[in-house]
């Protein structure tokens, strides 16, 4: 299974840009999207933003993955 995490964009340089997955900041790929801007959201999957997505959006999602990670039963 794949899955596309969304992350904000902190800067960006040419082709890529530095975002922030959690808490972790990662270098990626933006050359799939035409538009972005420090401070938007973005789907991440395999190291390239492949959309840009609402903050609201980004942010339930994030909320779950958090709720998922809290929850985990080993």
Do not use: Q, W
């Not at 395999?46 to 039963?73: P, Y």
């Amino acid at each position: 299974m794949c899955l596309a995490v969304p992350g904000k964009v902190l800067s960006l340089d040419g082709d890529k840009g530095i975002v922030e997955i959690g808490n972790m900041k990662r270098e990626v790929f933006m050359h799939l999207l035409a538009d972005v801007s420090v401070n938007e959201y973005v789907l991440v999957h395999a190291g390239c933003a492949i959309e840009k997505v609402d903050e609201e959006e980004a942010k339930i999602t994030i909320d779950i993955f958090k709720e998922l990670i809290e929850n985990e039963v080993c």
